[in-house]
């Protein structure tokens, strides 16, 4: 930058004209951002220890109550539930079969619902459990599958049936294959958010159609539908349905575990980004600001 | 704000009150890049501002959210009155915009891209609007021809015809006279002063500082994401201009 | 709503304009169709009962897999010369736009089933060309161009568009394929409508549905 009298002659010529920022001004400007930057900026150290404080318990508790869950579960599932007669032990897939498939199909609803609320208030938070939504239900939809064809191979000899559940799920693994590369292609920012969001609405536009289409597919090829499915000559009460309960509540519980744990995660990646940048210009900021504003902002008409 | 100038250029009756843009607290980040960084901005009818900036500090991203283009993360604008997130077709009625690509379809003549443009903007007599362009702008003889054979300058002046095909209250140039030959050149400025002549509005940018303070009533520099100097043309001087460049926050 | 049909038409016209020049679009469906049937005519040995049963899965596979790279091209169109921009900044709403694309898209694929249909019917000896054909076709390739004209706005800013596309076309547009599918063998096998009613409910509901959630979404879509 110039310096010397010429520059001073300049700067009173232009007085009034100059808009350049003072000392007090965060650079992202007045929007949402700033002001949770401003809290986090400031009251860091405040923030620091609220934040030990509170969370660790909250989601000690959390973990515990999962892993209680879970433990139970297995105890049904492994020891106290008997032997089916037919199939033998392999039925007990059923207990982690079902329970798994019902959540892959809750994940879709999570991010629809994440979709449109990301659209309408912009809000990085409904992004972020969209997110959290497809990573889980992904993880949750394979386990689906494989379990199903660990089930049904030994008994009914097929690794796959045409049964309508096993054929939305496995569309719906897709379906969050394609949400989560998507969003690896693409750069981080707002587009990615809102493109993803579209993905995901339109994604669960499609799963009552495809689940009706299953349906129907299923009833025009009956010979190819046989497996978990098919005969239910295990009755679902007494032992077995409480088992499949708990199992339910259990894996339900789990997967929304590990979808707000994915989901704190990428709050803080996204925090600590948000930190960075703000740290890098509010430095170079002060840089600036020593040299040229001083002289400007407290001498209006006059010289430095 | 800045004191209130009344230009040094002769012009007609120019309406104080209505104001062509009005922009306040723009905010745009590119994922962790954050290219303007609540901006304020005010133009009023009948003026002609040029934007100034170094390279790469966002005057094309200012000028796609002024234009409709891109969504500001935050903040407000409005074009005559027409808030932008609101009536953008009413704003979209009041604006023409030149930008870095002419915006046309390769393999369609000019004629046809003037046509179809025409229609999606209603223009009505489209047919005598569409000659009074050609002869305005010189595009005779080429108005058969698909815009993809055409030269760089008379792909500006098809885009030039698009832009003005609607009769815009207000025009956005993004560094229209780049590459352009002299004919072009004088065309280009022909057309900016009948625009300003007829009392309407033009913002602008452009690297070539002399021509843009010459052309222009008032002059605005993009600095640090924010409008760094807003001050009447006959008052700044280039140097005045790339001194502000160098604000390193643009890093 | 005159001026909003004329609008759409507008559009369309265009985009038929540009075909006609460079005839990208149409030739590439019509070619990768038929490589894929041909590629099945060797790789499955074809006595007519097999021919019955596989064929219509192989001709809309082919169908689907075509259009996804014609609808590819419709937006790399408007890529080249940022004509999308210009498109922007006209005061059309944006849920024309998308149907002006959805309608050019639908008259390509359209025009391609006309070219596929006849050739797959003389290689796989079945005999699909009747009437209650065409009607599955329109409402396939309509289902298609709403779905495909939607993804392909989204991925057209994504490195590996080609990738993209189709990854995200398949899954969502697998209903509307059982169903043409469905309907398809039905009709070879020499029944009428009413065998295959609800799998056509199917698809006009898919239709009906994605249409309108995409021309809404749409917006969201343009907007940069």
Wanted: glycine share 8%.
């Amino acid at each position: 930058m110039p310096c010397g009298a010429s520059q001073t002659g300049r700067l009173t010529r232009l007085g009034g004209y100059l808009k350049l920022a003072n000392s007090h001004d965060f650079t992202m400007g007045r929007g949402r951002a700033r002001d949770r930057l401003h809290i986090l900026f400031t009251d860091a150290r405040a923030e620091q220890k609220h934040a030990m404080a509170a969370l660790p318990k909250i989601r000690l508790i959390w973990l515990g109550f999962t892993a209680a869950l879970m433990a139970l579960t297995l105890w049904m599932v492994f020891l106290w539930v008997p032997t089916e007669i037919n199939q033998g032990n392999i039925q007990r897939a059923l207990y982690f079969h079902v329970p798994v498939a019902w959540t892959a199909m809750v994940a879709i609803v999570l991010i629809a619902v994440a979709s449109v609320a990301y659209l309408k208030t912009r809000d990085e938070k409904w992004d972020r459990l969209a997110v959290a939504g497809a990573e889980t239900g992904v993880i949750f939809a394979a386990l689906m599958l494989i379990t199903g064809m660990v089930w049904a191979k030994p008994v009914w000899g097929v690794w796959w049936t045409g049964e309508a559940k096993l054929t939305t799920t496995l569309i719906l693994f897709f379906i969050y294959v394609a949400y989560l590369m998507f969003r690896a292609y693409f750069p981080p920012g707002e587009q990615r958010r809102r493109l993803a969001a579209i993905i995901g609405l339109i994604g669960a536009i499609d799963t009552p159609i495809i689940y009706y289409g299953a349906q129907l597919w299923e009833r025009a090829h009956p010979s190819a539908v046989v497996g978990p499915y098919s005969n239910n000559d295990s009755s679902v009460d007494g032992p077995v349905g409480l088992t499949l309960l708990v199992a339910t509540i259990a894996f339900s519980v789990l997967f929304v575990y590990v979808a707000s744990e994915r989901y704190r995660l990428r709050k803080q990646e996204d925090e600590v980004m948000a930190l960075r940048r703000a740290i890098s210009l509010q430095a170079l900021r002060v840089a600036t600001t020593s040299d040229s504003t001083e002289s400007i902002s407290s001498a209006p008409a006059g010289g430095a | 704000m800045t004191t209130s100038i009344q230009g040094a250029s002769p012009m007609g009756t120019k309406n104080s009150v209505a104001l062509a843009v009005q922009a306040t607290g723009l905010e745009k980040s590119f994922g962790n890049a954050a290219v303007l960084r609540g901006l304020d901005m005010t133009v009023r009818d009948g003026e002609a501002v040029v934007i100034f900036g170094a390279n790469g500090v966002g005057k094309s991203t200012l000028l796609r959210v002024l234009t409709t283009l891109t969504r500001p993360d935050y903040g407000s604008i409005s074009i005559y009155g027409r808030d932008l997130s609101k009536q953008a077709e009413y704003a979209r009625l009041s604006l023409g915009a030149v930008l870095h690509s002419p915006m046309l379809y390769g393999d369609m003549t000019i004629r046809e891209n003037l046509n179809f443009f025409g229609k999606m903007f209603r223009v009505r007599d489209l047919p005598g609007r569409i000659e009074e362009m050609t002869d305005r702008l010189g595009l005779g003889p080429r108005m058969e021809q698909r815009t993809r054979e055409l030269s760089h300058g008379y792909q500006k002046r098809a885009a030039l015809a698009r832009a003005m095909l609607h009769r815009p209250r207000i025009l956005f140039l993004d560094e229209a006279e780049t590459g352009l030959d002299e004919p072009a050149r004088k065309v280009l400025d022909g057309v900016i002063s009948e625009h300003r002549a007829a009392g309407h509005a033009v913002v602008m940018t452009t690297h070539s500082i002399e021509r843009g303070i010459a052309e222009s009533d008032r002059v605005f520099v993009l600095a640090g994401g924010r409008i760094a100097l807003d001050a009447p043309s006959s008052h700044v001087t280039p140097n005045d201009v790339t001194g502000l460049y160098s604000d390193p926050s643009d890093a | 709503m005159g001026a909003s049909l004329a609008t759409v038409w507008t559009l369309a016209r265009k985009d038929l304009l540009l075909e006609l020049r460079s005839k990208d679009i149409v030739l590439a469906i019509v070619v990768f169709a038929l490589l894929v049937i041909a590629i099945f005519t060797f790789a499955i040995e074809l006595t007519p009962s097999r021919a019955r049963d596989v064929g219509p899965g192989v001709l809309w596979a082919a169908v689907a897999f075509a259009g996804v790279l014609g609808l590819n091209r419709s937006f790399a169109v408007e890529a080249e010369g940022d004509t999308l921009d210009g498109l922007m900044l006209t005061p059309v709403s944006r849920e024309l736009i998308f149907f002006g694309k959805v309608l050019g898209n639908f008259i390509f694929i359209t025009i391609a089933q006309v070219v596929i249909f006849p050739v797959f019917e003389a290689l796989f000896n079945i005999s699909v060309l009747q009437v209650e054909t065409i009607v599955i076709a329109l409402l396939a390739s309509l289902g298609f161009a709403a779905v495909g004209t939607a993804f392909a706005a989204v991925s057209v800013r994504v490195r590996s568009r080609e990738i993209m596309l189709p990854l995200l076309f398949l899954p969502t547009s697998v209903p509307l394929i059982m169903a043409a599918v469905e309907s398809t063998s039905a009709v070879v096998d020499g029944g009428s409508w009413g065998d295959f009613s609800e799998w056509l409910q199917l698809a006009i509901a898919f239709d009906v549905i994605f249409m309108i959630a995409s021309a809404v979404l749409f917006q969201f879509v343009l907007e940069e």
